[in-house]
């Protein structure tokens, strides 16, 4: 059995509707949306949160960036903006302890967040 909700999504146990994924990413739609785009893209890896990266990690975390970018893109926010956030424990905001890049736009976003 898979370890954490996200995992569960991975393997497909917990349906979501999926973006992209491949050996080591998977995107999928938030379920409950803060804007008309809010994607989430995370590693197969169970990493709990941002504090627990290790050196080995780096290209997976660049890739998550990358892919972020890549769905961007596809949904059309690329040029008008958007705003990627990994929130890092519970103070905030983390509440899935399965690291995850938020992606967010298709409205004006402001900064600095509340
Ligand atoms: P966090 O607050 O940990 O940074 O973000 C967790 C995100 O996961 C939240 O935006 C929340 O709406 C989303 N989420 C929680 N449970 C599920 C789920 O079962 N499916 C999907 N697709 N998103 C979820």
Redesign the pocket.
Known sequence: MSET?FSK?AAGE?P?EILYEDEEIVA?????P?APV?V?VIPRKPIPTLNAVQPEDAHLIGRLLLVAAQIAAREGIAESGYRTVI?CNAGA????FHL?L?VLGGRPLNWPPG
């Open positions: 909700l999504i917990i979501a999928f739609r938030d379920v409950s803060q809010h989430l929130n905001g983390q509440t899935v995850h938020h």
